[in-house]
T-cell receptor, first 113, second 116 residues
Framework: GDSVTQMEGPVTLSEEAFLTINCTYT??????LFWYVQYPGEGLQLLLK?????DKGSNKGFEATYRKETTSFHLEKGSVQVSDSAVYFC????????????FGKGITLSVRP | DAMVIQNPRYQVTQFGKPVTLSCSQT?????MYWYQQKSSQAPKLLFH???????NEADTPDNFQSRRPNTSFCFLDIRSPGLGDAAMYLC???????????????FGDGTRLSIL
């Protein structure tokens, strides 16, 4: 079945540091890939997505590129802020009716001033 | 703004006492989902509605049921809550289409359920 593997956390960075959060996936078909972010006490928000190979999703300074050859969708940001502190989930969804999200375990990012 | 609204944000119930959580959406999305999220874990899908078609996950306990009386509203009923059911419950919606998988899900802020 489908699965998503995220790097182990938590991650603690200083403000303005470079961020990389690794995500790899296993899928039977040709999935769409997503990064969701969850701030404390809130639901999940879509951060960015990519629906085909070599697509780059970007939002709020975050980027991730759909790499079919390495089955990866790593999240990057050049300069993190304290307000980026949250839990980040990588997820995939197979195309087709009644498709469902398969989530990674999530990783907690803490950014200190 | 169009959104997914969950009420209440916090719900306390007694062990074994039925409880209902509600979700409404103004996005006019065909698909609505219920997830259970325990501390430091990813959301776990309980079931979803595709229009009026109910789709239960194989490992969702019978204690959990859902109703969708119309497009805008969906309810999660827990018939006899146990201590292990204490969690955040998230509602989400998505737009259907030929390639539904590439449509993102839109989440509410969740209801945190506590069991006394």
């Amino acid at each position: 079945g489908d699965s998503v593997t995220q790097m182990e956390g938590p991650v603690t960075l200083s403000e303005e540091a470079f961020l990389t959060i690794n995500c790899t996936y296993t899928a039977t078909g040709y999935p769409s890939l997503f990064w969701y972010v969850q701030y404390p006490g809130e639901g999940l928000q879509l951060l960015l997505k990519a629906t085909k190979a070599d697509d780059k999703g970007s939002n709020k300074g975050f980027e991730a590129t759909y790499r079919k050859e390495t089955t990866s969708f790593h999240l990057e940001k050049g300069s993190v802020q304290v307000s980026d502190s949250a839990v980040y989930f990588c997820a995939l969804s197979e195309n087709g009716a009644n498709s469902k999200l398969t989530f990674g375990k999530g990783i907690t990012l803490s950014v200190r001033p | 703004d169009a959104m997914v609204i969950q009420n209440p944000r916090y719900q306390v119930t007694q062990f074994g006492k039925p409880v209902t959580l509600s979700c409404s959406q103004t996005l006019n999305h065909n698909v609505m989902y219920w997830y259970q999220q325990k501390s430091s874990q990813a959301p776990k899908l309980l079931f979803h509605y595709y229009d009026k078609d109910f789709n239960n996950e194989a490992d969702t306990p019978d204690n959990f049921q859902s109703r969708r009386p119309n497009t805008s509203f969906c309810f999660l009923d827990i018939r006899s809550p146990g201590l292990g059911d204490a969690a955040m419950y998230l509602c989400a919606t998505s737009r259907d289409g030929q390639f539904q998988g590439n449509q993102p899900q839109h989440f509410g802020d969740g209801t945190r359920l506590s069991i006394l």
